[in-house]
């Protein structure tokens, strides 16, 4: 039964992932496309991470998944604003 549900979180991170990868081709803006980039992709993370806790059981595997989950949404938020703040700089410029 684990097996089914931690490949239903795979299939979810995957669509999320195939998601933020659309948006990025798809969106016209940079600011659309980092929104794409960031929250798609923070949930397609969370959603891998949640399926390979569930199949590798174990503590010490919980611990280091929830420690890079939170690093990830830490990080991905600040990484785009730096990006757009960097761009419309550049853009400016021209």
Same mark, same amino acid.
């Given at each position: 039964m684990i097996d089914w549900i931690s490949? +239903? %979180?795979l299939i979810g991170g995957g669509f999320f992932a195939l998601i933020a990868g659309l948006g990025l081709l798809r969106f016209p803006d940079l600011l659309s496309r980092m929104h794409a980039a960031t929250k798609a992709s923070g949930a397609a993370f969370a959603l891998i991470l949640v399926? %390979?806790?569930? @199949? /590798? &059981?174990?503590?010490? /595997? #919980? !611990?280091? #998944? !929830?420690?890079? +989950? %939170? =690093? #990830? %949404? =830490?990080?991905l &938020?600040? #990484?785009?604003?730096? =990006?757009? @703040?960097?761009?419309?700089r550049v853009e400016k410029d021209e």
């Open positions: 490949a +239903l %979180f399926a %390979f806790v569930l @199949r /590798v &059981p174990g503590w010490e /595997v #919980a !611990i280091k #998944a !929830i420690v890079s +989950l %939170f =690093l #990830a %949404f =830490l990080t &938020p600040v #990484a785009a604003h730096l =990006l757009g @703040r960097n761009t419309s």
